[in-house]
């Protein structure tokens, strides 16, 4: 049939409708390669089909061709311009491809012809977010949490769990969107029968991520990993992410007994090669990452399964029994806001990274944009990360500080663009924002930071992380705020951790105070440059070998627990 209707294509435009539904089953059964050549028949009988240049856009999208799908979606919108759906995926092609200005754009242009389209809210809240359009995240927000007032039973797929943390999200609504999302990822089977293996001294731990790579989770991982008591412990990672051939992955893999790359395997076939390797405590370190695998965890392919250091909240999943965090990053009350029991440790539950490049002179200040005189305030924060109450607060420190600048991370045109409009409506000069572009080399990032003054903090609702961690390893003081959840307190953790808990403030307006004070203090900053240089000697956020004791601890305790037959349950590791 197939063949009469590519022999008829030239005479009977009409069949470019039938080779349309033949490519889309033939993408149904997964042979992407058949179903292009089908679809492209269908183009050449009939130019003028947007469905069909859609069709071909979906698959070549699926396939990686992101340019060629781009192509394929602006025809598309080019001869169905009242389209929603075209739109949308010419956004998404266009968002995959880090062209944030266009994708918002045609995001605009789908809700705008189709206000009640819940996917294309959902789909452009992220980038509204990184282009900190404050106003434009809160009405796509607005609009998907409408269906949730409504009672639409499935409001929270439209919602990601990490841009529930990065929104104005209330804590305990994001452990519901985590549960939802657990929720369809739950097989509803038994866990994962084990094969019989004779008793061990050991106890058997696997690591499972998408980072081991040139990223702060990797950068971080090769620290603590190597630093396993090997007579007690067992180590194993499981890599699903991309071999990047950094050497942060070289040193993952040296740091474990065993490094299994699973990338190509299907959740299923790696939680069975986890059950078959006998792993009793598998540690999930991504949560809902990045094309995350937490559909392996469901399978139960570990007696124990532990969430730990790559999601600040979480996971809302009945399969997962333990969330490792610590006492400042999670005071009393905080259990309420996740399923995992809570396990915390007696300093930061972070690791530092002992092996970070420490540079002693800073580059000329002219080399990196900035003046050669006056205050410069670090926040090298993903721009996702900045609302508009952390804005206002920099903004006044700016204004206290006649002469300073605010150093910030290159977030995109449209994050600069907007973020110099809210300097200006903020009484601000725009010139007084200084972006600085992303650096894969560690070193010469370490370096950069001997030039700023003072790290400012986002609090609202999430810290900086690995950001924070990398500047007081580089002695550079970091002011922020103890707020209402973990994502929001992991700074105040770390800065206690490093010796100068007294950088943690209790609200904006101490935040602003204690800022604006250091920057007319140069010595007071230089007393806390020596300290937290000296701290990296004597301090726990910079002592792994005392985390990890601790963390060895907290495995057998999960461990014994699970040996005598008892449920998880929240407990503190002594000191």
Not at 173 to 194: M, S
Not at 292 to 303: E, F, N, S, T, W
Not at 396 to 422: C, F, K, Y
Request: net charge neutral; charged share 25%.
């Amino acid at each position: 049939m197939l063949r009469r209707l590519l022999t008829r294509r030239q005479k009977d435009p009409a069949a470019a409708d039938a080779l349309i539904a033949r490519g889309s089953a033939l993408q149904r059964d997964g042979d992407l390669a058949a179903a292009e050549a089908c679809l492209r028949e269908a183009i050449a009988a009939a130019p003028g089909s947007g469905l069909a240049h859609a069709r071909l856009g979906v698959i070549l999208a699926t396939l990686g061709r992101l340019d060629e799908a781009a192509e394929s979606f602006d025809h598309a919108v080019a001869l169905a311009p009242d389209d929603p759906y075209a739109h949308m995926n010419l956004a998404n092609v266009h968002r995959r491809l880090g062209r944030s200005d266009a994708a918002l754009e045609h995001y605009r242009a789908a809700v705008r012809l189709n206000p009640d389209l819940p996917v294309a809210w959902s789909n452009m809240l992220r980038p509204l977010l990184d282009a900190c359009d404050w106003a434009g995240a809160a009405r796509a927000l607005d609009s998907l949490l409408e269906r949730r007032r409504h009672g639409a039973a499935d409001w929270a797929r439209y919602i990601a769990p990490m841009d529930s943390i990065l929104a104005a999200v209330p804590p305990r609504v994001c452990r519901e969107i985590a549960e939802f999302h657990a929720g369809r990822l739950e097989p509803g089977a038994p866990a994962l029968a084990r094969r019989a293996t004779a008793p061990r001294e050991r106890l058997r731990v696997g690591y499972l991520s998408r980072d081991f790579r040139n990223h702060a989770v990797g950068q971080l991982a090769r620290s603590f990993l190597r630093a396993h008591d090997r007579s007690q412990f067992e180590v194993l990672a499981y890599s699903y992410g991309r071999d990047d051939d950094s050497r942060y992955r070289r040193e993952v893999a040296a740091a474990t007994d065993r490094f299994v790359d699973v990338r190509d395997e299907d959740p299923e076939a790696t939680a069975r090669r986890i059950a078959d390797d006998g792993i009793d405590i598998l540690v999930d370190l991504s949560g809902y990452t990045t094309d995350h695998r937490l559909a392996i965890l469901a399978r139960r392919p570990a007696p124990v399964q532990v969430h730990y250091l790559g999601y600040p909240a979480t996971l809302g999943a009945p399969f997962v029994d333990y969330f490792i965090t610590d006492h400042v990053a999670s005071p009393p009350g905080q259990d309420a806001l996740f399923t995992e029991r809570l396990v915390r440790l007696p300093a930061c539950f972070m690791p530092g990274d002992p092996d970070q490049p420490l540079a002693t002179t800073a580059p000329a200040r002219a080399d990196l944009g900035l003046p050669a005189d006056g205050i410069v305030f670090c926040a090298f924060h993903q721009t996702a990360k900045i609302t508009a109450g952390v804005f206002d607060a920099w903004a006044g420190i700016l204004r206290a500080v006649p002469g300073s600048v605010l150093w910030l991370r290159t977030g995109g045109d449209a994050a600069r663009r907007n973020l110099a409009a809210a300097a200006l409506a903020r009484e601000v000069a725009p010139d007084r924002l200084v972006f600085a572009p992303n650096v894969a080399d560690k070193r010469v990032h370490a370096s950069r930071l001997l030039a700023a003054d003072l790290f400012l903090d986002t609090f609202d609702r999430y810290n900086g992380h690995s950001t924070v961690n990398e500047a007081l390893w580089a002695g550079l003081p970091v002011v922020t705020i103890a707020g209402e959840t973990f994502a929001a307190r992991v700074a105040a953790s770390l800065v206690a951790a490093a010796g100068v808990p007294e950088l943690a403030a209790a609200d904006p307006a101490q935040y602003a105070g204690t800022a604006v004070r250091l920057a007319g203090d140069p010595a007071a900053r230089s007393t806390l440059r020596q300290k937290l240089i000296a701290a990296r000697a004597t301090e726990p956020l910079f002592d792994n070998e005392r985390l990890v004791r601790a963390l060895e601890r907290a495995y057998r305790t999960m461990w014994s627990r699970h040996a005598a037959g008892e449920p998880p349950q929240a407990f503190a590791v002594p000191a």
